[in-house]
């Protein structure tokens, strides 16, 4: 089955840049009309897309966040890397990685990471 | 970008009732939506995919409607599984965008 699975620092210094890694099984980024993005959910607030990559590099990103994101694969690894420069509290929030096929939202969600942002 | 809005913001409903949510989109989507319901502390769930193909694994009395710029989310009976927040998300155009959430209390 379909498995995501975030990690990350937990408390980052503003300024400081933010790389998490979402890690997955049960599916290969290299098959055609797969991919995995980023979103994350202040606390107590809605859900925000950041950014997804998909099995043929197609990459998109979130223009909201000023070009402070990127987003890479390593299809050997099963992974999917997101790093945010320039950390901000407002950028305190959980971040989920999550799956989708070509024609499809988000279908399988890791559970989230919390990341505080704070000296 | 694509703005998204969701209506209401709350809804208060008991068991067995019909419930509809809307969202709106700022222009044109086609029928590149998604819903979601969250329950406190969880992942999203993804329950309808392009506007109104059901999840697999999705209980029958959820169904998504809509084109364009109009999506509704009924859920047919409430169950008492059902009080969560539940987001529409357009992936059509990008930036993909989320609505601001409605959650659906009991009343």
């Known amino acids: 089955q379909i498995t995501l699975q975030e990690s990350g620092p937990t408390l980052v210094k503003p300024t400081q840049t933010l790389t998490l890694t979402c890690t997955f099984s049960g599916f290969s980024l290299s098959t055609s009309g797969v991919g995995v993005g980023w979103n994350r959910q202040p606390p107590g607030k809605a859900l925000e897309w950041l950014a997804v990559i998909h099995w043929n590099d197609d990459t998109h990103y979130s223009p909201s966040l000023g070009g402070r994101l990127t987003i890479t694969k390593d299809t050997s690894k099963n992974q999917v890397v997101l790093t945010l420069t320039n950390m901000d509290p407002v950028d305190t929030a959980t971040y989920y990685c999550?799956?989708?096929?070509?024609?499809?939202?988000?279908?399988?969600w890791g559970q989230g990471t919390l990341v505080t942002v704070s000296s | 970008d694509i703005q998204m809005t969701q209506s209401p913001s709350t809804l208060s409903a008991s068991v067995g009732d019909r419930v509809t949510i809307t969202c709106r989109a700022s222009?044109?989507?086609?029928?590149?939506l998604a819903w979601y319901q969250q329950k406190p502390g969880k992942a999203p769930n993804l329950l309808i995919y392009?506007?109104?193909s059901l999840e697999s694994g999705v209980p029958s009395r959820f169904s998504g409607s809509g084109s364009g710029t109009e999506f509704t989310l009924t859920i047919s009976s409430l169950q008492p599984d059902d009080f969560a927040t539940y987001y529409c998300?357009?992936?059509?155009?990008?930036?993909?965008?989320f609505g601001q959430g409605t959650k659906v209390e009991i009343k």
């Open positions: 998300q357009q992936y059509g155009i990008y930036p993909w965008t």
């Open positions: 392009k506007a109104s």
């Open positions: 222009q044109s989507i086609s029928s590149w």
């Open positions: 999550a799956h989708r096929k070509i024609g499809s939202g988000f279908g399988y």
